[in-house]
Every structure is written in structure tokens, then in C-alpha cells.
């Protein structure tokens, strides 16, 4: 078992930045996989960015230049840091890990951008 635990979202204008947090209950060295999602209303839940344990990463095209996933194995969690926020990004941000073929999610943390 896994658990996570997101942190770090709130409400930011177009053009700011937040940096959100994924806490695991375990080491993350031993997790194969981690990537931040996010689901919109009544839109389907999307990758984002993810992290593997070698450390390699992968974006969605709409944040690439503007979003930025790292992990601090000493601390077993992972990081997403926004920047150039748009009204689009407004959504649910979710934090999952794979370990052994099992997906592990966090409860989500609320990110809006409007002015």
C-alpha cells in the first residue's frame, strides 16, 4: 500500500505559479512510476507530467516549458511546479504512483486560475 497525500493548490491569477506537493507513505525509490493528473469538469482525467524512478520525465504538450515535475527521494515526495498558470489549467490535480503494476492516488488538490 501507498498512500499520498496532495498539497499546495489554491487560487492564482493567470500568469502566477504554485508548486504542488505529493507526500507517499513509503519510499518512493521503490515506486516505478509517479506523474501528476487532472481532471476538469466534465472533462476526463489527464496525465500531466510524470516522473520515473530513474528519474526520467514526460509532459503533456500543454504544459511543456511551463510546468516542471521533480521528486526528493529524502523526503518521499514528489513536486510539481507550475508557472505561467492559465484559466485553463484550472482543475483537480491528482498525484499517482505505480508500484508492481498497482495504481496508487491521492484525494486531489484544487488548482483555479482566474483574475
Known amino acids: 500500500q501507498v498512500q499520498l497525500v496532495e498539497s499546495g493548490g489554491g487560487w492564482v491569477q493567470p500568469g502566477g505559479s504554485l508548486r504542488l506537493s505529493c507526500a507517499a507513505s513509503?519510499?518512493?525509490?521503490?515506486?516505478?512510476?509517479m506523474g501528476w493528473y487532472r481532471q476538469a469538469p466534465g472533462k476526463q482525467r489527464e496525465l500531466v507530467a510524470s516522473i520515473a524512478s530513474g528519474g526520467s520525465t514526460a509532459y503533456a504538450d500543454s504544459v511543456k516549458g511551463r510546468f516542471t515535475i521533480s521528486k526528493d527521494s529524502a523526503k518521499n515526495t514528489v513536486y510539481l511546479q507550475m508557472n505561467s498558470l492559465k484559466p485553463e489549467d484550472t482543475a483537480v490535480y491528482y498525484c499517482?504512483?505505480?508500484?508492481?503494476?498497482?495504481?496508487?492516488w491521492g484525494q486531489g488538490t484544487q488548482v483555479t486560475v482566474s483574475s
Open positions: 513509503r519510499s518512493i525509490s521503490s515506486i516505478n512510476t
Open positions: 499517482k504512483a505505480v508500484k508492481y503494476n498497482v495504481a496508487y
